[in-house]
């Protein structure tokens, strides 16, 4: 199996070459490694990167993950990755010192995978973004306003909305955006990613090299096989593009007819020019909101819009834009809060009782305190995204109608006990939603540590080579979390 690698030349410094002689896994100690064992990880790291203790000026900065219900999980050390060979040098060393690691992009996991005791391996200083050609290189820790940023090339490859977010973790899951409808996810448009194994080596993937590891990382979800250190995009050339966006808020009793007309336009809608997300939300009071961009006129969007509009939203912005002015509306900086979802992904259009229910629940949210908000929303699916097969990628949804998020976010102070009533609310309302859609399907990338058959419902029948992969890949586990895939699985 290692012969059929293409395992990249990388210089290696002798420093490097100490701790790269790995791997001999030691037993992880609860006392953890010794002071030296941290100045052997320190001195062979790149001059670039930097290794962080508790109590060191840079640590809490870097410890703290995004999601602040797993605020309190601090890790032993944290190396802030500079090149891909630093990346190879801090899996060896957890090997050799038996400390268990996670990679971390842009930290924003629902279910704080990306949080750990042991070594956290950042590779937000891997932020990179290169044109060349119609491709963009994108390093391992970039964001989506890393991409952003880049935007003079007038390349892009539909990511997603929070700036915050990392290209790694949104595209080794899938990648849902504004713009999936017409170009695909995220992973639909990769077409080659490089990745640092378990035994420390350096591998490219595409549909030449390693194409089962290839196919695992578009929806395999990251933290699974190895750790990204690259991705090449087949970009798409936006300079000439328009796109209107769309902000609408609407009452609650809005909430049956605007589902029926907007499930009417994206039926409609053979273009995927049309893209949306709708919300139903409580933070303090109850409103629905619709957020979405046409790739196209104001003109020709009010023509699809008209039956929308007749409903009166209470907030109305319509606007056309250049591209980049569109997706700068789009794209939102939520506060940093504690958070829990679930998610369903159904195949079907949501009836009038479903959405009844859901606007109902809404309307009877209970935050416990001010500030803790409830929210079911609905990101279109479709179009593009639909178009491979289900086995084409490890991302299995392709028949997907919306994928549906259903979340609560509260104040890290707010007491366990009104956490739990939170929770139970959402779990209320998803299992509804799950009776009434038919369906048990999740997205990986909005992760619910509670969920039971979670193997099923992030991948579908793409679980069983996802196994297989994982044999191959990483046969002795040594990337786990709470919900990896596990090699063991019979
Ligand atoms: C505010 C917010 C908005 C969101 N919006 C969207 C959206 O519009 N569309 C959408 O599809 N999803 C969205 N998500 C979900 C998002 O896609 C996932 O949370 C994704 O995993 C985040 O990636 P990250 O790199 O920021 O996360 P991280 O927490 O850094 O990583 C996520 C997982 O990937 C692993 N990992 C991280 N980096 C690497 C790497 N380089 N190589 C291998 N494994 C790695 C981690 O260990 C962890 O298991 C959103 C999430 C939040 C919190």
């Known amino acids: 199996m290692r012969n059929r690698r293409d395992v990249l030349r990388l210089g290696t410094g002798a420093a490097a070459a100490a701790v790269a002689a790995g791997p001999t896994t030691a037993s992880p100690t609860s006392a953890g490694p010794r002071a030296a064992a941290w ?79 042991g070594l956290l391996v950042s590779l937000r200083r891997m932020s990179e973004v290169v044109p060349g050609g119609r491709r963009l290189r994108v390093g391992g820790g970039a964001t989506n306003s890393d991409v952003y940023r880049a935007r003079e090339a007038n390349l892009y490859f ?106 009417e336009i994206l039926r409609r809608d053979g273009t995927g020019d049309f893209d949306c997300r709708v919300g139903f939300v409580n933070h303090g009071h109850g409103e629905i909101t619709l ?33 980049w002015k569109a997706q700068d509306h789009l794209m939102t900086k939520p506060e940093r809060v504690a958070l829990a979802s679930k998610s369903l992904v159904p195949d079907r259009r949501l009836e009038a009782e479903t959405v009844t229910a859901v606007t109902e629940w809404i309307r009877h949210w209970q935050p416990g305190r001010a500030g803790n908000a409830g929210h079911v929303t609905l990101f279109a699916m479709g179009g593009r995204s639909g178009t491979p097969a289900p086995d084409e990628t490890a991302f299995p949804h392709r028949g997907a109608t919306f994928v549906i998020d259903i979340g609560t976010t509260w104040d890290p102070a707010t007491p366990g006990e009104v956490v739990g009533h939170l929770l ?63 090699s063991r699985t019979a």
């Open 158 to 263: 539909p990511g997603g909305r929070c700036p915050g977010v990392g290209v790694a973790g949104l595209t080794l899951g899938g990648g849902l955006g504004f713009n999936d409808r017409k170009w695909g996810l995220g992973c639909d448009r990769l077409t080659q990613t490089e990745v640092v194994l378990a035994d420390g080596s350096l591998v490219r993937a595409s549909a030449r090299e390693n194409p089962d590891l290839f196919w695992a990382c578009r929806g395999g979800a990251g933290g699974n096989f190895g750790i990204n250190t690259g991705f090449t995009f087949d970009a798409i050339p936006v300079a000439d593009q328009v796109a209107t966006v769309f902000d609408l808020t609407f009452a609650l009793d809005r909430g049956v007819k605007l589902m029926e007309r907007v499930q």
């Open 291 to 323: 957020l979405g961009q046409y790739l196209g006129t104001d003109d020709r969007l009010r023509r699809h819009l008209a039956p929308i509009l007749e409903l009166g939203p209470t907030k109305r912005f319509v606007e056309q834009r250049h591209f």
């Open 39 to 117: 100045q052997e990880l320190r001195r062979a790291l790149s001059p670039g990167a930097a290794l962080y203790r508790p109590g060191g000026g840079g640590y809490d900065r870097l410890a703290v993950p995004e999601n602040l219900r797993y605020a309190h999980v601090r890790p032993a050390g944290i190396v802030a990755c500079a090149t891909p060979r630093d990346v190879r040098v801090a899996v060896r060393w957890s090997v050799k010192h038996g400390v268990p690691f996670a990679p971390r992009s842009g930290g924003h996991d629902y279910a704080g995978h990306s949080t750990t005791e």
């Open 424 to 486: 139970d609310q959402i779990g209320t309302v998803y299992h509804t939603l799950r009776r009434d859609l038919g369906t048990s399907a999740s997205y990986v990338n909005f992760p619910d540590p509670d969920l039971h058959r979670w193997r099923t419902a992030y991948y579908g029948p793409n679980h069983d080579r996802l196994v297989e992969i994982k044999r191959r890949y990483d046969p002795g586990n040594l990337f786990r979390h709470g919900q990896s895939v596990d």
